[in-house]
């Protein structure tokens, strides 16, 4: 079963705008990531949270997680062209010991 | 150097042919993936090596086949494929062996047709 489900499936703003995606999820974690995926590349990663940490940042990036209602956010501030892309949350059930993907959210930041 | 190296960047191939896929790191890491993601769709994991041996196998079909010849070196050789493995094929690699949930450093993956 998929562990990680990403709203919204698709998001189109206008560039210098703050973009917000979310991450839910169904079991209990040790980690989860944020990964970018630029049209038909590998995917970047850009942020890992732990289950112990509620907020972090990177840069233009802030990833938060809220482990009680098994979901997770991820807010790119003053959006650019460049930042167009896929983005995925993954996250590792405990014992599982891999990574899963969420659906992904595409980005579409319009100049 | 910080890279997951993968050729070629696409590939084109019957359903009789016999290829191979290749990817390489020099950042030491000891555990290597190859994952299957087709179009609009989240990377599938397929197969993990760590230490050079395979260590998890999603139930992918054996028409393809992942060798791992050395620390730094991961190949999936393929054979009598269907139109249905079209995708983007990636390689990953992470820092320790045995442990894979921790950042994963994609190659640019191979884009495979099967025709």
């Known amino acids: 079963s998929q562990q990680g489900e990403e709203d919204p499936q698709a998001l189109s703003i206008q560039e210098g705008e703050n973009a917000t995606m979310n991450c839910s999820y169904k079991?209990?974690?040790?980690?989860l990531q944020w990964y970018r995926q630029n049209s038909g590349r590998g995917l970047v990663h850009l942020i890992l949270?732990?289950?112990?940490?509620r907020e972090k940042h990177s840069g233009r990036l802030r990833v938060t997680l809220d482990t009680s209602k098994k979901s997770s956010s991820l807010l790119i501030t003053a959006s650019r062209a460049a930042d167009t892309a896929s983005y995925f949350c993954?996250?590792?059930?405990?014992?599982?010991?891999?990574?899963?993907f969420g659906q992904g959210t595409r980005l579409t930041i319009n100049p | 150097d910080t890279e997951v190296t993968q050729t070629p960047k696409h590939l084109v191939m019957g359903m009789t042919n016999k290829k191979s896929l290749k990817c390489e790191q020099h950042?030491?890491?000891?555990?290597m993936y190859w994952y299957k993601q087709k179009a609009k769709k989240p990377p599938e994991l397929m197969f993990v090596?760590?230490?050079?041996?395979?260590?998890i196998n999603e139930s992918v079909p054996s028409r393809f086949s992942p060798e791992c010849p050395n620390s730094s070196l991961l190949n999936l050789h393929l054979h009598a494929l269907q139109p249905e493995d079209s995708a983007l094929y990636l390689c990953?690699?992470?820092?320790?062996?045995?442990?894979?949930?921790?950042?994963?450093?994609f190659g640019s993956g191979t884009q495979l047709s099967v025709l």
């Open positions: 990953a690699s992470s820092p320790q062996g045995g442990q894979f949930n921790e950042k994963l450093f």
């Open positions: 079991t209990s974690i040790n980690n």
């Open positions: 949270i732990r289950s112990n940490e």
């Open positions: 993954a996250t590792d059930a405990w014992g599982a010991q891999k990574l899963v």
């Open positions: 950042m030491g890491h000891r555990a």
């Open positions: 090596y760590s230490y050079e041996k395979l260590s």
